[in-house]
């Protein structure tokens, strides 16, 4: 059992494709968002509600377009291109960000 659009295409089982293209279109946003908040090395570390980088509570994710931006930081904190303070700020680490493909940004 599946949802069908009006072409007959199963697009339910296309969203879990799409989400991981969808984080991927999110970082450059965050990246951007550090450098706007001027949070980067650790001195300048910021927190995520500083930032506007908390996930959205119950009622936005009704009623509001989903935001991957918090995925995608959960994503720059596993490759450690954001990096957390031991107080729970967090940082861009440029050096990190330069082993990556999003190096230009």
Do not use: C
């Amino acid at each position: 059992m599946g949802y069908y659009n009006n072409t007959g295409y199963h697009y339910a089982a296309s969203a879990i494709y799409t989400a991981p293209a969808m984080v991927a279109r999110a970082v450059p946003k965050v990246i951007k968002i550090f450098r706007n908040h001027s949070a980067i090395g650790i001195k300048n570390a910021k927190t995520v509600q500083e930032m506007g980088l908390q996930p959205k509570g119950l009622i936005d994710k009704m009623m509001k377009p989903r935001d991957y931006k918090p995925r995608a930081l959960e994503l720059l904190i596993h490759i450690n291109v954001v990096q957390m303070t031991e107080d729970g700020k967090v940082y861009l680490s440029d050096q990190e960000l330069m082993k990556t493909r999003w190096s230009n940004l």
